[in-house]
C-alpha cells in the first residue's frame, strides 16, 4: 500500500524544491568532507548536494516514490548517492557516519525521543548532527509543517533529546522560506547543531 507520502510526492514532484535548504548549505562547508547520513531525506535535495560537495552521502525514507525521485535527481547531476527505501526504525547502518543531517523529520511525539536517539547512535564519537525543523510557533503560521503541536519542536526539548551532545547552536529563528510549494513563506524553525 502506498504511504501518503508517496501519494504527495507521486502528485507533485519538487515538493521542498530541488535546492538544497539554506541552512544546511551553508553550515555543510565548515566541516571536512567525510560520510554523511540524511535521514527521512525524501526526494534527495540534500544528498544530492552533499554529493556534489564530495561527501560520501547515505540517505533513506519512507517514501519509495521520493527515493525513486533522489535516484533520477542524482543520475541526471551525474552523482553517486546510496539511497533506500526504509522507516527509520527500521534502517541498520553498518557503520556510523560523521554528520547527520535532520531535515523537518518530525515524527509523531511518541516516537519523536526514539527517532532522535536513533540518530545519536548513527553518528561516530566527534560527529556532528545538525537539525533543522518547524518550532510549535508554526501553528500561527501558514507556511507548512505539521498542524499538530505534538510534532513540533522547542529548543528545550531538542536539548533534551539530544543532552549526550555538546549543542553549539540551539534557537528559535524567524525565517522566510522558499522551498518548493510546501514550505513558502515566514516560518518559525529551530535550528541546531550539536558534537558527540
Ligand atoms: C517534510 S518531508 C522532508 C523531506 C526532506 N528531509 C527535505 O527536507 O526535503 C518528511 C519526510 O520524512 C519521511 N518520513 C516520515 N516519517 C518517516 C519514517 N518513520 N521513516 C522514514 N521516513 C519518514 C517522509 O517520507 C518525508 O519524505
Known sequence: MKSPWDIRYANQEALYGKAPNAFFSHILPLYPCG???LPCDGEGRNAIHAAKKGWDVHAFDGSQVGINTAQRWAAEANVAIQCEV???FDFAPKEQFDLVGLFYAHMPSERRRAFHHLAIQWLKPGGTLILEGFHTDQLHYQSGGPRNESMLFTPEMLAED?????A?????VQVTLDEGPL?????????YIGTK
Open 86 to 88: 526504509s522507516d527509520a
Open 168 to 172: 553549539t547552536q540551539n534557537e528559535v
Open 35 to 37: 560520510t554523511i547520513l
Open 162 to 166: 539530544f543532552k549526550e551532545l555538546l
Open 183 to 191: 514550505h513558502q513563506g515566514l516560518a518559525s524553525i529551530v535550528r
